[in-house]
């Protein structure tokens, strides 16, 4: 079955970096382009960032463009997001989540890690 | 990208149907049949329950329907059962090659 598991959250202060992990499994990992989605505390779900299924279409949100880089290794069947210059605002719950093949949304998702911004 | 349009709370009693909506532009919601929504529990990962504006994951209850609108989503959740009590988010893809989700509406079932 498909899983689907972050990892690498944690407590980080203001203008430092964290970089987040989702291993995944039980599905071909090469024909399946995958998402970051975040949740701040009582705050409803933003989209973060996306990467194709060949890793050569990435695609972010305003709010972490030229702080947030997305990657993914295929031998390994992991996606990864860097997160650099962290604010206070950026402190949430970040989900990963597998791309719905030609539906533009996202059907498998993890339990997410919480990254904590704060001095 | 402002965030997609939606009441912050419905509520109705069991057996009966609510429909919450979700508001967008002409670049997200209004450009694409790539509407989605999902069903979220407090502490818990978001569930898919409609992609592509109406269609239903496999083995989702068909209490759950979905249409669009010009600009605007709806979904109605029909026999509303207390297990219904959630958060209620909707995401379309946009015209920016991103995705914007709504503000989420919790269903009270009283």
């Known amino acids: ?119 | 990208q402002s965030a997609l349009t939606q009441p912050a709370s419905v509520s109705g009693s069991p057996g009966q149907s609510i429909t919450i909506t979700c508001t967008g532009t002409s670049s997200d919601v209004g450009a694409y049949n790539y509407v989605s929504w999902f069903q979220q529990y407090p502490g818990k990962a978001p569930k898919l329950i409609i992609y592509e504006v109406s269609k239903r994951p496999s083995g989702l209850s068909n209490r759950f329907s979905a249409s669009k609108s010009d600009n605007t989503a709806s979904l109605t959740i029909s026999g509303l059962q207390a297990e219904d009590e959630a958060d209620y988010y909707c995401t379309s893809y946009t015209s920016s090659s991103t995705w914007v989700f709504g503000g989420g509406t919790k269903v009270t079932v009283l």
């Not at chain 1, 959250?9 to 203008?15: C, E, K, Y």
């Not at chain 1, 975040?38 to 949100?61: F, H, N, T």
């Not at chain 1, 604010?87 to 719905?100: H, I, M, S, W």
């Open chain 1, 1 to 119: 079955q498909v899983q689907v598991v972050e990892s690498g959250g944690g407590v980080v202060q203001p203008g430092r970096s964290l970089r987040l992990s989702c291993a995944v499994s039980g599905f071909t990992f090469s024909r399946y382009g995958m998402h970051w989605v975040r949740q701040a505390p009582g705050k409803g779900l933003e989209w973060v960032a996306a990467i194709s299924d060949s890793a050569k279409q990435i695609y972010y949100a305003d709010s972490v463009k030229d702080r947030f880089t997305i990657s993914k290794d295929k031998s390994k069947n992991m996606v990864y997001l860097q997160m650099n210059s962290l604010t206070n605002e950026d402190t949430a719950v970040y989900f990963c989540a597998r791309d719905l093949r030609d539906s533009w949304s996202f059907d498998y998702w993890g339990q997410g890690t919480p990254v904590t911004v704060s001095s």
